[in-house]
């Protein structure tokens, strides 16, 4: 059986904003594709997410090529035995990140662990575009969301959270100049800033939810004009980059 819906793909789903993102899209009939990079302790939580809607789970290290590859398999081939052939994608939310790199700065920074920030923040977003736009071409109006932070703000740059800040600054970067290169295939590619959310990372003082957190995620994964492409959001507004 061949899927009608749209197919969206999340990275990190198995929790925070990555799992609100999933089940919003399911709420909305969207099939989601939700990974995460440790199945072992991570698919239960996932497959909780069926109550949803239809929910397919598979393994994804968004710094692993070969982990890339294989899900690119999964999705633009028929598996044997599988029900659903999907061969095409319609969301791409990258969502994975990591190291709110509090413990140094600018100038004490230990660049192997900035490396080691950017490689998942910013090389793995550009790694799944580029992977997956044969796929978002086969969409009638993809979109692609990079769930980035008000720390990667131009004028937000002020020597702390060095990995973790200019990691965004770069995924923001590469926002807009995917944007502009896919412009006219009506993939429309756009940063969203969640806010302060109470995860791992945001910690349990944040001022929002994991599901407020998801919203414009979400909005942006959903937006019908194609023309509005190369922005940064917040709460559904354009911030400056």
């Not at 999933?22 to 497959?47: F, M, W, Y």
């Not at 349990?204 to 979400?218: D, F, H, L, R, Y």
């Given at each position: ?8 793909l999340v990275t990190g789903a198995n929790r925070g904003i990555g799992y609100a993102v999933a089940q919003s899209l399911l709420e909305k009939g969207i099939t989601v594709i939700a990974t995460s990079r ?23 290290d968004v710094t692993d090529a070969k982990s890339i590859n294989l899900l690119y398999a999964f999705l633009s081939t028929e598996q044997a035995g599988a029900e659903t052939k999907f061969g095409k994608l ?152």
């Amino acid at each position: 059986m061949e899927t009608t819906s749209k197919i969206a793909l999340v990275t990190g789903a198995n929790r925070g904003i990555g799992y609100a993102v999933a089940q919003s899209l399911l709420e909305k009939g969207i099939t989601v594709i939700a990974t995460s990079r440790n199945p072992d302790s991570s698919k239960k939580d996932i497959d909780r997410l069926s109550v949803y809607g239809n929910v397919v789970y598979h393994q994804l290290d968004v710094t692993d090529a070969k982990s890339i590859n294989l899900l690119y398999a999964f999705l633009s081939t028929e598996q044997a035995g599988a029900e659903t052939k999907f061969g095409k994608l319609d969301i791409l939310i990258n969502n994975a990140g990591i190291n709110y790199d509090t413990y140094q700065n600018i100038e004490n920074a230990n660049l192997e662990d900035v490396k080691d920030t950017f490689e998942t923040n910013t090389f793995a977003p550009w790694q799944m575009i580029q992977k997956f736009l044969p796929l978002l071409r086969q969409s009638q109006a993809a979109r692609v969301v990079n769930v980035s932070s008000g720390a990667g703000a131009l004028n937000s740059q002020n020597g702390s959270t060095p990995g973790y800040s200019l990691s965004k600054l770069a995924l923001n970067g590469l926002t807009r100049a995917f944007a502009d290169q896919l412009k006219n295939d009506g993939i429309a590619v756009n940063a969203v800033c969640p806010g302060w959310v109470r995860t791992d990372m945001g910690g349990s003082g944040a001022t929002k939810s994991p599901n407020e957190g998801a919203e414009t995620i979400v909005w942006a994964a959903l937006l019908e004009d194609s023309t509005m492409s190369g922005k940064f959001f917040r709460d559904k507004r354009e911030i400056e980059w």
